[in-house]
């Protein structure tokens, strides 16, 4: 297995043959065996035992275990011991989900502290099985049936390759010690029937059954590159990204045969999952929302606009004087300029500095606004306007408006001056005012 390790590693994942790896030990036959092959290596590495104190004094036995061995080999070793019961009852979480994120954050903070580049760790292709079985129990699309990947960002699985009697065949052989977690024995867990009930079923039916199910893997990655394909394909012709938000345009999307799908996969990444909810949105009138913890879809007309709530679109905003720009949300430009050709525009508006009166003050619309939009005969609400403008809800709650100090509104910014302070052949004095989107 060490030969096979060896060129599995060098292949997979070549870039940290020659970097800073962090080993999660636990002291179980997976791990442990993990630690000896890199030992046997001679890779640049470090260990770290996660001390969860979930089982008195086995826990500390399986601390032990680790930390022992790392000091007879001169294997530098982080050990931490968490309060894990008292992180569930404060948070309501899983003890697993508690575990996991205490874990993985303790981590990476050890990688920044002490320069590691990847954390390995000791899942196997058992593992991957395992999680295959599960995710399809419950409902799920190809990126849940492809189970674990091999590489997560810093994170490696360099075992996945591996199977559970390969890895205690090798721990056998070459009298490697690990400590068994009585817990893994139970069924009351789903992974644990999976590996105790249902997976020593399929072995009997199929002797290859692992290497079938591996060649299985292959196929569905392979099929998950060209949907991701498709997807990469659906987004550049549909969907258009903004700092601000996200539009999806459904007359286009009606081009592609499984429209639904495409959207789901977009949508998934804002944490919308709801098939159901997501065709409701998508055949709804102009107007209807859909919510989640953190973003709103909002159906305007033949466009889906995705949009994260935020708290930094209300606001008053003075300016005292024409330099007075720099703690705004967004960069306005105001300049002293001579006789030229005006060419007022959405993002550029000259004004009569004669009728400025400071601080000129930039705030959010408020009911009842109304001003005299520039090249038109009369007064018009700044509602009325937006409607006219056919502005989504999203673009309605997003314009700024720029007030003089007497409350008379100068410009709706990004959009329409005001009449009342264009420029005449008479002004001595004028203001450029330009947006910077």
């Known amino acids: 297995m060490l030969n096979q390790f060896k060129q599995h590693i060098v292949q997979k994942f070549p870039e940290s043959v020659n970097g800073k790896t962090l080993l999660a030990v636990s002291g179980g036959v997976d791990s442990m065996v993990l630690l000896h092959l890199y030992l046997a290596l001679q890779l640049d590495f470090a260990v770290a035992h996660c001390n969860f104190q979930l089982r008195g004094t086995e826990s500390d036995l399986d601390e032990k275990l680790v930390a022992d061995f790392c000091k007879e080999n001169n294997i530098p070793c982080f050990v931490e011991r968490f309060d894990t019961m008292q992180i569930v009852e404060s948070s309501k979480v899983s003890i697993q989900i508690a575990?996991?994120?205490?874990?993985?954050?303790w981590f990476k903070q050890i990688c920044i502290n002490y320069g590691y580049q990847f954390i390995a760790t000791a899942h196997h292709l058992d593992d991957q099985a395992e999680t295959f079985l599960i995710n399809f129990t419950r409902g799920t699309g190809i990126?849940?049936?492809?189970?674990i990947p091999e590489k997560n960002e810093s994170i490696i699985r360099p075992l996945l390759n591996f199977s559970r009697e390969e890895i205690l065949n090798y721990a056998t052989e070459n009298r490697v010690e690990w400590r068994e977690d009585q817990s893994n024995a139970t069924t009351k867990y789903l992974r644990n029937k999976m590996r105790h009930l249902v997976l020593p079923v399929l072995k009997e039916e199929n002797i290859d059954f692992l290497k079938s199910f591996k060649n299985t893997l292959n196929n569905l990655k392979q099929t998950q590159i060209l949907a991701n394909d498709a997807i990469v394909f659906f987004e550049k012709e549909c969907v258009t990204k903004t700092v601000n938000q996200t539009e999806i345009d459904l007359e286009k999307a009606e081009s592609?045969?499984?429209?639904?799908?495409?959207?789901v996969q977009v949508l998934m990444k804002y944490g919308f999952d709801s098939i159901k909810e997501i065709e409701k949105i998508y055949v709804a009138e102009s107007g209807k929302v859909l919510k989640n913890d953190k973003f709103t879809i909002l159906k305007n007309r033949e466009k889906l606009i995705i949009f994260k709530e935020n708290e930094s679109n209300s606001g008053l905003f003075y300016i005292n004087d024409k330099n007075d720009v720099l703690n705004l949300p967004f960069f306005i430009k105001i300049t002293e300029v001579g006789c030229e050709q005006f060419n007022t525009n959405k993002s550029t508006i000259f004004v009569n500095s004669e009728f400025l009166k400071w601080p000129l003050i930039l705030r959010r619309k408020k009911t009842g606004d109304f001003f005299y939009p520039f090249g038109?005969?009369?007064i018009k609400k700044v509602s009325k306007f937006f409607k006219d403008e056919k502005l989504s809800k999203i673009q309605k709650e997003n314009m700024w408006i720029l007030e003089?100090?007497?409350g008379k509104i100068i410009w709706v910014v990004g959009l329409r001056a005001d009449d009342r302070f264009k420029i005449t052949s008479n002004n001595q004095e004028?203001?450029?005012?330009t947006l910077n989107q």
């Open 430 to 433: 004028i203001y450029k005012i």
């Open 143 to 147: 990126d849940g049936l492809v189970g």
């Open 376 to 378: 038109m005969s009369g």
């Open 99 to 105: 575990a996991r994120e205490l874990r993985y954050n």
């Open 404 to 406: 003089n100090g007497d």
């Open 256 to 263: 592609f045969p499984n429209k639904i799908y495409y959207l």
